[in-house]
């Protein structure tokens, strides 16, 4: 090391001093009040199973096809026309299109950490020089605002997502260094921060508003990469809410931006789902840095009200159309859901805080719910339609899955998801190794001692409950393993070599396993994934009398498409008769379905009739996994069934 270097270094935060390759998907080794680090996405290889096809999926076709579809629509262009101001080229999109290839962008960085691709690279490297092209002096940089707009700066922070944009920039740049260590795009989106810093802020500097939030979580974590404080305390600014008076926000605008007001006076999740999420998980982020008691008690307020009453048994968050908005409490509705895929991943952002916070396997639980289903569901199984909705029930005259959206947050938005997914999978505390998610996988990284550990998964999951971990450490080593039980799996049984553990695994929580651990070691898990009726709280209006059918962390669904007879709609469960399992390799690339001899309920009797309906007759039903619905086209399918 130059020895300028080496004194520069020794004023960074210890954060900023790792290298890039070795950061966390979530850089979180020197975060104060994170109990649990996030591994780099490069330690992690999903090997041949469940998500290894869905990522596959998403890095072979989706990434690709975006890409063409964000180039014929005109978001490359976008960025063009600035570069060459004569070239006639149009601005085409909504205002916020800017976000959608950086999105892409994002996805696609994640994607080289686990599938190196020169060709990909160099696309990239060239996409990254196109937008930097049109960078300006100042550093601001949005394709919307300039020309004949260029007075309109910073006039619309409510609606403009000027700074939604700069955020997703933001983490792009992130991930794109932390991959391949090039830091051009990082060094774009910090100049255009650093021209924030410089003028906006608490008077006399210009108001700034998240009017979408999303540069919180950007912010905090540039801190962690930079070292420069200016940017967490620029996401403290924006979370203080204080200048609801300046950009004279209405009452309508502090509910519906989740944003203008202070974070910590906040005891509700209302408002546009999306918006609200990033900023509960941006604040999550602060809180992490700075151990803010206010912050913390707000967060356990917020991620109690979204588990207690306002989310979906998918992990969908969202009951209405209008304002893409959280509804009442148990206010539910399964054919309206709204449940964007975008907030069902804000939604596990939140939680992959709040895990890293508390190590608390509730918040892991939360994560698992909403991948499998309301995320998973969000990307067809060829990986180039995709659903902005993901509602529990539908028609066949619903056109769910699309391939292109004008507003298209969320196809990005589930690549750089499924790209990065392994990173989700493990983290490491100063006393060991914790597995949150059980899929077939090898780990390479370390522990935090500096010992190097290999942990290889082999599981059947999520068809099968075995569960088989191999750990290679280094050196004979003493540490703990915390494997998290799912609230699913009720008898679960674990073998350390061979040998009944001493210790007892409960659901939802973490099993701690404490020993010197040597090369060759083995646990074995055996998860109950026996198939169970979940039912919802009384409350929830639309599910009264009914069940959802889930079978280890899968939700299940009744489509019309398997079942030829009566319309699923007028299905129901008989709680008399079983409920069968059977795995078929060839349906809908390998998937177990459940079989049951149900009821058809007798729905000829007009709309209102002064008896109950008369009695339902045997019907024979066939379930799918709820993330396949639509995945064979549109059909009626329908999650909650009534039970008789
Ligand atoms: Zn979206």
Redesign the pocket.
């Known amino acids: 090391m130059r020895p300028v270097l080496a004194f520069l270094l020794l004023f960074l935060p210890a954060a900023a001093q790792v290298p890039a390759s070795d950061q966390g998907l979530l850089h979180l080794a020197s975060t104060p009040n994170a109990r649990l680090h996030p591994v780099p996405v490069r330690a992690v290889s999903l090997q041949p199973g469940f998500w290894k096809s869905r990522q596959d999926t998403a890095i072979r076709n989706s990434i690709p096809t975006l890409l063409a579809l964000l180039e014929e629509k005109g978001t490359l262009d976008n960025f063009r026309r600035l570069a060459k101001p004569n070239s006639g080229i149009p601005r085409r999109g909504p205002l916020y299109t800017d976000s959608d290839l950086y999105k892409w962008l994002e996805a696609a960085a994640w994607s080289l950490a686990v599938q190196p691709n020169p060709k990909l690279e160099a696309t990239i490297d060239q996409t990254i020089d196109t937008i930097l092209a049109a960078q300006e002096p100042s550093g601001y940089l949005n394709t919307w605002f300039t020309g004949d707009r260029s007075s309109l700066r910073w006039t619309q922070q409510t609606s403009g997502h000027e700074l939604y944009c700069l955020g997703h920039m933001t983490q792009a740049a992130i991930a794109y260094y932390r991959v391949t260590g090039k830091r051009k795009l990082l060094d774009g989106s910090t100049k255009f921060i650093d021209y924030l810093v410089r003028d906006f802020g608490p008077s006399p500097k210009q108001p700034l508003l998240t009017g979408h939030p999303e540069l919180e979580l950007a912010r905090a974590e540039l801190y962690r990469t930079t070292g420069n404080r200016q940017y967490l305390d620029l996401a403290a600014y924006l979370l203080s809410g204080v200048e609801r008076e300046r950009l004279k926000l209405s009452n309508r605008d502090l509910v519906y931006l989740f944003s203008g007001k202070p974070f910590t006076g906040r005891t509700q999740f209302e408002g546009h789902a ?1 918006r609200a999420l990033y900023a509960a998980t941006g604040a999550a982020d602060y809180y992490l840095e700075t151990g803010d008691p206010a912050y913390r008690r707000t967060l356990e307020t917020l991620a109690a009200d979204l588990s207690s009453s306002k989310m979906f048994v998918t992990g969908g968050v969202g009951s209405r159309a209008s304002g893409e908005a959280f509804g009442e409490p148990f206010e539910l509705p399964n054919r309206q859901a709204y449940t ?4 069902a991943i804000a939604g596990m952002l939140f939680h992959q805080r709040m895990l890293a916070a508390t190590g608390d396997a509730r918040y892991a639980d939360l994560i698992e719910r909403a991948l499998y289903n309301g995320i998973n569901s969000g990307m067809s199984s060829s990986g180039t339609l995709y659903c ?1 909705r993901n509602p529990l029930a539908a028609s066949a005259s619903d056109r769910i899955r699309n391939p292109w959206y004008d ?1 298209c ?2 196809p990005p ?1 589930l690549q750089r998801t499924f790209a990065a997914l392994g990173a989700y999978f493990y983290s490491t505390s100063r006393d060991g190794l914790w597995v949150h998610l059980y899929d077939n996988s090898t780990l390479d990284w370390r522990l935090e001692s500096g010992t190097a550990l290999k942990a290889q998964v082999q599981t059947g999951q999520p068809w099968r409950g075995d569960v088989q971990v191999t750990l290679t450490p280094a050196k004979i080593e003493e540490f703990t393993l915390y494997f998290r039980i799912p609230s699913w799996s009720l008898k679960t049984t674990v073998l350390i070599n061979g040998n009944p553990a001493a210790e007892q695994p409960k659901p939802n929580t973490y099993l701690a396993l404490k020993r010197a651990w040597k090369p060759g070691d083995k646990v074995t898990l055996t998860l109950d994934v026996e198939t169970r009726l979940v039912y919802a709280n009384p409350r929830v209006s639309e599910d009264y009398g009914k069940a959802a059918i889930q079978r280890g962390p899968i939700l299940y669904a009744a489509e019309q498409t398997d079942n030829p007879g009566p319309a699923v709609f007028d299905l129901a469960i008989d709680h008399r008769n079983p409920i069968s399992a059977e795995f078929l390799p060839s349906l809908l690339g390998g998937v177990t379905v459940l079989t049951h001899k149900g009821l058809a309920l007798d729905s000829s009797t007009g709309l209102y009739a002064y008896q109950p309906p008369s009695a339902s007759k045997p019907a024979a039903m066939t379930l799918i996994p709820y993330y396949a619905f639509h995945d064979r086209g549109p059909a009626n399918f329908t999650v909650w069934l009534p039970v008789r």
């Open positions: 999306v964007e895929s975008c907030a902005y507003t947050c969320c938005n």
